[in-house]
Nanobody, 123 residues
Framework: QVQLVESGGGLVQAGGSLRLSCAAS????????MGWFRQAPGKEREFLAG????????YYAHSGRGRFTISRDNAKNTIYLQMNSLKPEDTAVYYC????????????????WGQGTQVTVSS
């Protein structure tokens, strides 16, 4: 069982930056593929970025490519999402997710989810 806790969300002006964190429990964190998703009101959950257990492989969806950076610190059991040049359309609840066997770009690729952190970008 893995528990995930996101933090770092908040209110930011357009053009600003935020860094989200996701702290994970468990002693085998480095073997888990991890991902970041977001969900805006009335919309489906959207993949943003994924990272392999070692951190050597990353993948970004088009919406975040060039502005968002995923990283992980296995010594701290934590992954991060650095978000720059934020836009009002980035407003959503942001979730981290984990899977013990692999990582991917669809919600069903992940077994464990955090509770989410709200990001609001004002214009």
């Amino acid at each position: 069982q893995v528990q995930l806790v996101e933090s770092g969300g908040g209110l930011v002006q357009a053009g600003g930056s935020l860094r989200l964190s996701c702290a994970a429990s468990g002693r085998t964190f480095s073997s888990y593929g991890m991902g970041w998703f977001r969900q805006a009101p009335g919309k489906e959950r959207e993949f943003l970025a994924g990272i392999s257990g070692s951190g050597s492989n990353t993948y970004y969806a088009h919406s975040g490519r060039g502005r968002f950076t995923i990283s992980r610190d296995n010594a701290k059991n934590t992954i991060y999402l650095q978000m720059n040049s934020l836009k009002p359309e980035d407003t959503a609840v942001y979730y981290c997710a984990a899977d013990p066997t692999d990582w991917g770009s669809e919600p069903h690729d992940y077994e464990y989810w955090g509770q989410g952190t709200q990001v609001t970008v004002s214009s």
